[in-house]
Antibody, heavy 123, light 111 residues
Framework: EVQLVESGGGLVQPGGSLRLSCAAS????????MNWVRQAPGKGLEWVSF????????YYADSVKGRFTISRDNAKNSLYLQMSSLRAEDTAVYYC????????????????WGQGSLVTVSS | QLVLTQSPSASASLGASVKLTCTLS???????IAWHRQRPEKGPRYLMK???????IRGDGIPDRFSGSSSGAARYLTISSLQSEDEADYYC?????????FGGGTKLTVL
C-alpha cells in the first residue's frame, strides 16, 4: 500500500524557516518524481514544487521561488521542503504527492497524496 | 497562460447523476487533465486521468460510477448513483513543463 506521511509543520514567525518531511512507503521511491502542493485555509489547491526521481530537475511556483527548496533522499525514502523567509500567505496545509504520467506527456499529475502537515506563519 | 476554469458549486440528489465541468484555456484545449476529490477535512485523492479523446484511467479503488469525457476544451467528470460520501470538493489539474495548475474547485452538494 502506497503511503505518504508528512511531518514538520507548526507555528513559525514571519521571516522564519521550517523544514517539512514526507516519508514514503509501499513503492520504490527512487523511481518516482515527487511534488509538494499546499492549501491555504478555506482555499483551493496550489502546486508548490516538483523534483525529478534522480534529484537533477526541480521546479517551483513563482510564489515560492527563491525562498523554498525541494530535495529528496532516496536512501531514506524521504522528500523534503525547506521553507525560508516565510510570510503570512504561506500559511497552509502542505501535502506531498507522488507524480504520475508517462514518458510521452510527462509526469504531470498526482496519483497518491499524503494527509498533509499544517504550517502557520504568525507572530 | 494555462488556466483551468470550474464552476464553484454543483448539487444533485442522492442516487442521481451529476456532470462536473473543467474548461481549459483555449490555447491548451488538447491537454489532458486529472480529477481529484477532497472530502471535508481530508487530503485529496486522485480519481482519474482524462485525455483529450475522452479516454480515462481511474485511480486504484475508484469505482466505475466515476467516468470522464471530453469535448473541445471541456473536460467532464460524471458521477452516477450519487452517494452521500460523494459530497466533496472536486479539482481538475493539468500540467506543462515546469508547472502544474489546478482549477479553482467545485463544491458538490448531495441533496
Amino acid at each position: 500500500e502506497v503511503q505518504l506521511v508528512e511531518s514538520g509543520g507548526g507555528l513559525v514567525q514571519p521571516g522564519g524557516s521550517l523544514r517539512l518531511s514526507c516519508a514514503a512507503s509501499g513503492f520504490t521511491f527512487s523511481n518516482y518524481e515527487m511534488n509538494w502542493v499546499r492549501q491555504a485555509p478555506g482555499k483551493g489547491l496550489e502546486w508548490v514544487s516538483f523534483i525529478s526521481s534522480g534529484d537533477r530537475t526541480t521546479y517551483y511556483a513563482d510564489s515560492v521561488k527563491g525562498r523554498f527548496t525541494i530535495s529528496r533522499d532516496n536512501a531514506k525514502n524521504s522528500l523534503y521542503l525547506q521553507m525560508s523567509s516565510l510570510r503570512a500567505e504561506d500559511t497552509a496545509v502542505y501535502y506531498c504527492a507522488r507524480a504520475a504520467g508517462d514518458s510521452t506527456y510527462g509526469w504531470g499529475y498526482f496519483d497518491y497524496w499524503g494527509q498533509g502537515s499544517l504550517v502557520t506563519v504568525s507572530s | 497562460q494555462l488556466v483551468l476554469t470550474q464552476s464553484p458549486s454543483a448539487s444533485a440528489s442522492l442516487g442521481a447523476s451529476v456532470k462536473l465541468t473543467c474548461t481549459l484555456s483555449s490555447r491548451h484545449s488538447t491537454y489532458a487533465i486529472a480529477w481529484h476529490r477532497q472530502r471535508p477535512e481530508k487530503g485529496p485523492r486522485y480519481l482519474m486521468k482524462l485525455n483529450n479523446d475522452g479516454s480515462h484511467i481511474r485511480g486504484d479503488g475508484i469505482p466505475d460510477r466515476f467516468s470522464g469525457s471530453s469535448s473541445g476544451a471541456a473536460r467532464y467528470l460524471t458521477i452516477s448513483s450519487l452517494q452521500s460520501e460523494d459530497e466533496a470538493d472536486y479539482y481538475c489539474q493539468t500540467w506543462v513543463t515546469g508547472s502544474r495548475v489546478f482549477g479553482g474547485g467545485t463544491k458538490l452538494t448531495v441533496l
